[in-house]
């Protein structure tokens, strides 16, 4: 099961100025909460740092706690957008999940966090 705990935090080097960091994570896996077979993708994520940064090997093991979780593919990018919007509270935040390929189809599911914006 997922954990937002497992995020770590840095103080951004730079407050004062807006840039984007951008990680991709080739090695994304979920289960098919229908089949349980193993769902992969690329999961890149683009934010505009406020006070924080996120530590690479802890959105790495983030990332791998998915791994034996069944979810769809857009409630697992939802998901990843939210608990990251809430540990980083970035000036913005956008996640991109690029599915491969089942059953003829891939995916691309992209969801964006903004400071202020309630979840529903």
Known sequence: MSDPKIL??????APRRD?????THHEFTSLCPLTGHPDFAIITVR???DKTCVELKSLKLYFH????EGVF?????NQICDELGSALRPRSLTVVAD???RGGFTSRITAEWQPGRRKK
């Open 47 to 49: 934010y505009v740092p």
């Open 19 to 23: 840039y984007v960091i951008e990680h």
């Open 65 to 68: 706690a998915f791994r034996n």
């Open 8 to 13: 770590e935090t840095f103080p951004n080097p």
């Open 73 to 77: 593919f857009e409630a697992a990018t």
């Open 99 to 101: 599915w491969k390929a």
